[in-house]
């Protein structure tokens, strides 16, 4: 099984997501031997927003494209292929100012692509890259999952994975971790609970 981890956070080894989406890996291996993970850092090494010339790059011939152009394209179908090849996905997903980062924000954009990972037909939008496993892990100084203040968080993410066809995701969450020591000790126990809880581990 290929799995794809991916980190978004900005804080490097201080960030809550980081450590708990690792541990969701290092779960997930333990009950599956033998799964291969390929690790994204989306944060140190960031892939560039959707741009004009994105846009360009994908409709231009690959024998017409300009070395900017071609950069782009081979970007955009790298990080395509990645996600298509992957049977399960990690993503850590802190929140920065009632949002996800900009950066899980940029790789979303080069994974939602008409005609490879969702069409439109006459009953609608339909999804196709189902059939993959999502972890989201989900942290935030504040507490906001289910609230209107986490709709471009978390539950965006949902949504967008449901658009493209996934529906098996399962989330571990940490919130309030901005609102003292003793708070964020016990979220963050409360997320390792939730870890050991998804892979039946102790």
């Known amino acids: 099984m290929k799995l794809l981890h991916l980190d978004s956070s900005i804080l490097a080894d201080s960030s809550a997501s980081r450590q708990l989406s690792s541990a969701v890996v290092d779960a997930w291996q333990a009950a599956e031997p033998g799964v291969q993970v390929i690790y994204r850092d989306l944060a140190s090494d960031a892939l560039s927003h959707l741009s ?3 846009l360009v790059a994908a409709g231009t011939p690959a024998e017409l494209r ?3 152009q071609q950069h782009e394209a081979e970007l955009s179908q790298r990080t395509l292929e990645e996600f298509l090849a992957a049977d399960a996905i990690v993503i850590g997903a802190p929140m920065y100012n009632f949002a ?10 080069r994974i939602t692509v008409a005609g490879k990972t969702f069409k439109y037909g006459e009953n609608g939008p339909q999804g196709l890259a189902g059939g993959k496993q999502v972890v989201i892990v989900s942290t935030a ?4 999952a289910g609230q209107p ?3 471009a968080h978390e539950q965006y993410l949902k949504f967008v994975l449901g658009f ?8 571990v969450r940490a919130e309030g971790l901005a609102y003292g020591e003793e708070p964020r000790a016990a979220a963050m126990q409360a997320a390792a ?3 050991g809880e998804l892979f039946a581990i102790a």
């Not at 996800?100 to 954009?109: H, N, R, T, V």
């Not at 100084?141 to 906001?144: A, Q, S």
């Not at 493209?164 to 995701?169: C, L």
């Open 66 to 68: 300009n070395a900017a």
């Open 100 to 109: 996800l980062p900009s950066q899980l924000k940029a790789w979303i954009d």
């Open 193 to 195: 609970q939730q870890v």
């Open 149 to 151: 203040s986490g709709a």
């Open 52 to 54: 004009a010339l994105s």
């Open 141 to 144: 100084g504040g507490v906001h």
């Open 164 to 171: 493209v066809g996934i529906d098996d995701i399962q989330v």
